[in-house]
């Protein structure tokens, strides 16, 4: 079964840290392309962080310093390590990614989603 598998959420205080990560099953060739979304309760889903299989990252602005994205081509994982918390960050992440199957066929694919909570 070809899907994308979160994990590392959980309950942090403000100024803490997680790792999320995104793994691809053992049926996916390689990522092209991964990012990070989160959906507050309330709000529209947002982009928090992408990245190429070439390394090329990009970041929401409110993120900018606190958050790396990084990817393992040897493991088809990509992590978002989340630095100085805050409470605002608050929301369900989800990763989506465009995949290569052996034999080339590409495909975009969401993860189940993992809450992050920061509070005190």
Known sequence: QVQLVESGGGLVQP??????????????FSINALTWYRQAPGKERELVASITSGGNTNYAD????????????AKNTV?????????????????????????GISLNLWGQGTQVTVSS
Request: hydrophobic share 40%.
């Open 15 to 28: 100024g803490g840290s997680l790792r999320l990560s995104c793994a691809a099953s053992a049926s996916v």
């Open 62 to 73: 409110s993120v900018k310093g606190r958050f790396t994205i990084s990817i393992v081509n």
């Open 79 to 103: 992590y978002l390590q989340m630095n100085s918390l805050k409470p605002e960050d608050t929301a369900a992440y989800y990763c989506n990614a465009w995949i290569v199957r052996p034999g």
